[in-house]
């Protein structure tokens, strides 16, 4: 098994509803670019793997046939139910499951997706070949990966803020055999069976209006924060999101853009 806190339930469900608030200003446009590498149609159903709150399923519902959601934390698959419901939004069908063990037929999906989710999952191969079973001859995955963290400058203001208020929580090391390296993941979805594989360079950037807004967002939004908070007393979590406000107030100019980066693997099912 993974130590990665991230690769288990737990601290998603926490954050389940500041992520579904918040996190699209940040996740919504690497789905929307990952959608547009799969070709779809009103005709097209596809599956949504570690979907979290629905990013990538609200955003394509309403320009497909069926959408399959799956999510190991039940948090997270309770608010892309709720939210589903209320945009009017009948065609995705939301599940708690392992995307490591996906609960579907093989040879169903016209196209599947893993947004910033299968990068952490314990057995990555597992769930790699489990997104092949389950695409019919022809189909299209895209998955989602963050480049190293050195790379995206709003990841490194977050991580300074952390750091700031506990300095036994150190920026993520460059890690070669993630995800993070393009030929790791060209490999892997190569190893899956997956061909005419192509992994894609996508940046965005973010400007916040000031650093309280930065702070609302990171606050509601990250599950390293919701660890932190959850492990320490009320007052040592008062004491450290003081030390990290003051943190960005100093380093964070009122609406200066700060770019994140990210990999898109794109992967075909051969024809048979």
Known sequence: MSANPLAVAEPWDLVAD?????????????????????SLSRASRIVDVAAGP??????AARSVAQIDAI???????????????????????ARVGDGQELPYESDRFDAGFSMFG????????????????????????VVSSWAPIADSPLMRMMF???????????????????LENPEVFESEMRGAGFEAVSIQRHSIA????????MWETMVRSSAPLELMRHSVSAEEWA??????????????????????????????????
Do not use: W
Not at 160 to 178: K, Y
Not at 206 to 213: G, I, K
Not at 240 to 263: D, G, H, I, Q, W
């Open 18 to 38: 500041g992520y579904a608030e918040f996190a699209p200003a940040i996740m919504q446009p690497f789905a929307a670019r990952a959608l547009e590498f799969a």
């Open 54 to 59: 629905g990013t990538l399923s609200l955003l």
């Open 71 to 93: 999510d190991f934390a039940e948090s997270m698959i309770a608010r892309l139910a709720k939210d589903a419901a209320a945009a009017g939004l009948t065609n995705i069908q």
């Open 118 to 141: 299968l990068m952490f999952f314990p057995d990555r191969g597992r769930g790699f070949a489990e997104l092949f079973r389950v695409l019919r001859p022809g189909g299209t995955a």
């Open 160 to 178: 300074g803020a952390l750091t700031a208020a506990d300095p036994n929580i150190q920026e993520p090391q460059p890690n070669f055999l993630s």
């Open 206 to 213: 973010l400007t916040f209006a000031d650093h309280e807004e």
């Open 239 to 272: 004491r450290r999101a003081a030390v990290m406000k003051t943190f960005l107030a100093e380093k964070y100019r009122p609406n200066c853009p700060l770019s994140t980066t990210a990999y898109l693997g794109i992967g075909h099912k051969p024809q048979g």
